[in-house]
């Protein structure tokens, strides 16, 4: 096995490189959020509902979450197709995480912001 493969194996195979970050990013985990808070919900709600958001990046958020396993898409045969989002039982799962790390940033988010402030000042003035 070359040291690239070896590499790669060992990244496939770490729960946080292969998992986790695939919905630890900036929108996945509000995404889970506001879709275990709405049940089944369609696109344009959903995009209404994080208004900061690009159509483009939701669109990527939710493939993502639907090939791991963490959201379901229907699409109901209509004349204009209706397509709707809801979370599996897999992303309701990882609901009580999401409310938990929610609270612990809110809990430790004035030490946090203290610190970097501090952190911030001395590099200013080493500057």
């Not at 919905?23 to 696109?43: P, Q, T």
């Not at 229907?74 to 409310?99: A, D, K, N, W």
Request: proline share 4%; charged share 25%; aromatic share 6%.
């Amino acid at each position: 096995m070359t040291k690239k493969e070896e590499k790669k194996s060992i990244i496939e195979i770490c729960p946080i490189r292969n998992v986790i970050a695939r919905f630890g990013n900036k929108w996945a985990l509000l995404v889970i959020y506001i879709l275990d808070e709405n049940g089944s919900i369609r696109f344009n709600q959903l995009a209404r509902q994080i208004p900061d958001i690009s159509t483009k990046v939701l669109s990527n958020t939710l493939h993502i979450l639907e090939a791991d396993g963490l959201v379901k898409r229907t699409v109901f045969p209509e004349v204009p197709i209706r397509v709707e989002y809801e979370l599996t039982e897999t992303g309701r799962s990882l609901v009580p995480i999401i409310i938990s790390l929610t609270e612990w940033a809110q809990n430790n988010m004035k030490s946090i912001m203290a610190h970097r402030k501090k952190l911030e000042n001395s590099a200013n003035k080493s500057n």
